[in-house]
Structure formats: C-alpha cells, structure tokens
C-alpha cells in the first residue's frame, strides 16, 4: 500500500520502554486466563503524550513491546507495509500488508513487536461516534452491522476481532488518505467529512472485502456478566445443555454453575425449566396449538413429563391453565 500523506502523522515511535510507560501512566490491570491484562484507553501519541478522543488515529510503534490489554474504544488497524502478529486469548492471526483487523473494545489481545520494516495505522473510534456514523450509513446486513449494533447494547461482553481479506486496494488508500487529511488538519472536532471517510471505510469492508478469522463471540470470565448469561439461556432454552453453555463463555461447567447460583439463587436446570413454562404458558394463553405441540416447542419430547412438570410447577395443568387464561380474555 502506497499512502502519500502519511507523513502527516506522528512519526512512528520506536523503542518505548513498557516499565516506563507503566511506571508513567500506571493503567489498571486484571488476570484474564493467566495473563496480567491492562486497560489501554488512551493511544499514545509519543513517549509523554496521550489523545483520547472519539477518533484517534496514530501509527504502531516498531521495536517495543506491547503487553496483553483491551481498549474502550474499537480499534481499526491497517497494515500498511510488511505484517502484525495479533495474538488473542484463543488464537494466533497474522494481518499482512492490505488487509484490515477490526477488534472490539472488550477484545484482550497484544501484538508481537513490529520491525522496522512494518508500518500500522491504527485508527480507534469510540462508541458514541461509531453509532452516530452507523446510524446514518450502514445500508446492508453483514458481520459487520451485528458487530456494531453489539457495540451499543451494554449487556453484550463479547470478545470479538475479524480479519478483513482482499480489500480493494486503491479504494481504502484513497479512504485512508482522506481520513489522515481530515485527522490532522486544523478541526479540534471530527469533521463530517472525516465522518463521511468512516462511513466510506465501514462500507467497504462490508461490501468489498472477504472477512476471515474469527467471526464468532468469545466470551470469557473476564467479559462475561450475569445478564449474559440469563440473556443466553433466554435465546437458547429449547435445547440448551449446561456443558455447551459452558464452552460457549469459556467456564467450566461446575464454575457456571457457581455463577448462575450466586447470580439469581437457582441452579441451571432450574432456570432453563424456568423459561421453558413461561413460553408455554404464553403459548397455551396465545394459541390453539396441541399440548404436546408445545411441549416440544418449548424444548420437552416426552408431553408426559411435560404435563407433570407444568402441574408441579402451577399447581394446574396445561389444559386448565389454557380454559382458565382464555376465558379471562373472552370476559
């Protein structure tokens, strides 16, 4: 990728200090799975100086390690020249010149120290910004447009990264060299225009590139809250298992488990049962759909099980629930 003004920006920095830097700016940190995970949320615009605002752009620094960390912001980065190396709590991928790594701000991951020969754009854009150009310019249902309406539920943890392959080359230069224009002019806000390149940017790689890597959530301890969990057995309660749950957030099944038990005072079976005769009861109020029907619906094949279950748990059968709830409505 040839870019003409990347001059512009910083200079790439070279040779940083991690014990300074940490000693300077002393981030927070967190053990996720091992690792001492700090929180980047700022970029670093030199040694002593750092940008925060809802779109940053600087250039990676070469020969310095950076340490496992997550951001506040989504992070764009473009390698321009040679390659990076993202490492990731569950995979290895490397990004070579032209393509385009987009990881979401709850994304622990780091990236294996750059040579001279390599040259990264990174370009962060804080949520708020994202939703206010998404809102206004996304025109079609891809990976991406999920990844983003994710962004603005404060319930979905996920850690999420793509890989996006066989960019168009000339069409993200002239994309990127627009938005460094804009970037480094005299604006101390984000100019429509630099909005409009953005936009050009979310479109492209939706529209115009192959995404590979990893284009599912990974949950993990660090991200997961209880609400997550309720909301995955909300979606998947008709054939549920607490094993499979438990691969999906990356615990164990005994330490899901201990979670759902602390977080709402019943134990897995009991929550999924839950759910289960809440949709059929709806079911039974709202149709005329055969009992053994719903029974299956709501993820039960046995109608008999079923039937004592529902009695257990309402002190009445399926068939009196239905006459009782629908005569109320017809009253």
């Not at 940190?29 to 002593?48: K, T, Y």
């Amino acid at each position: 990728m040839m870019i003409s003004n990347f001059d512009k920006l910083t200079v790439p920095i070279s040779g940083l200090d991690w014990s300074t830097l940490r000693a300077k700016f002393q981030p927070k940190s967190e053990m996720v799975d091992g690792h001492e995970v700090f929180r980047f949320n700022q970029n670093l615009e030199n040694a002593h100086h750092v940008i925060s605002r809802t779109l940053n752009m600087a250039v990676e620094p070469v020969e310095t390690y950076i340490p496992w960390h997550v951001h506040d912001y989504i992070e764009f980065s473009v390698v321009v020249k040679g390659e990076c190396v993202f490492e990731f709590l569950d995979q290895t991928v490397t990004v070579t010149a032209g393509r385009v790594m987009l990881v979401d701000r709850r994304c622990a991951h780091r990236t294996k120290s750059l040579t001279k020969k390599d040259l990264v754009l990174e370009i962060g854009i804080r949520a708020s910004l994202l939703q206010s150009i998404f809102l206004d310019a996304v025109p079609t249902q891809s990976i991406l447009t999920d990844f983003v309406r994710q962004l603005f539920n404060k319930t979905a943890y996920a850690e999420r990264y793509w890989q996006f392959d066989k960019v168009n080359q000339v069409t993200l230069v002239s994309i990127i060299q627009g938005l460094i224009e804009e970037y480094t002019g005299e604006a101390s806000l984000v100019s429509e225009l630099a909005q409009s390149f953005i936009q050009a940017l979310l479109i492209l790689l939706m529209q115009q590139s192959r995404t590979i890597s990893h284009d599912q959530p990974h949950l993990n301890k660090y991200h997961a809250q209880p609400l997550d969990l309720i909301l995955y057995i909300d979606e998947h309660y008709r054939d549920i298992g607490l094993s499979q749950m438990a691969a999906y957030f990356n615990y164990s099944p005994n330490y899901l488990s201990s979670e759902l038990k602390k977080a709402t005072g019943k134990v897995f079976s009991q929550l999924v049962q839950q759910k289960r005769v809440a949709v059929a009861k709806a079911l039974l109020r709202q149709t005329n759909w055969p009992i053994e029907v719903i029974a299956e619906r709501v993820g039960y094949e046995n109608p008999v099980f079923f039937h004592k279950l529902f009695k257990r748990e309402e002190q009445q059968t399926p068939a009196e629930y239905r006459q009782r709830t629908q005569s109320l409505n017809r009253t």
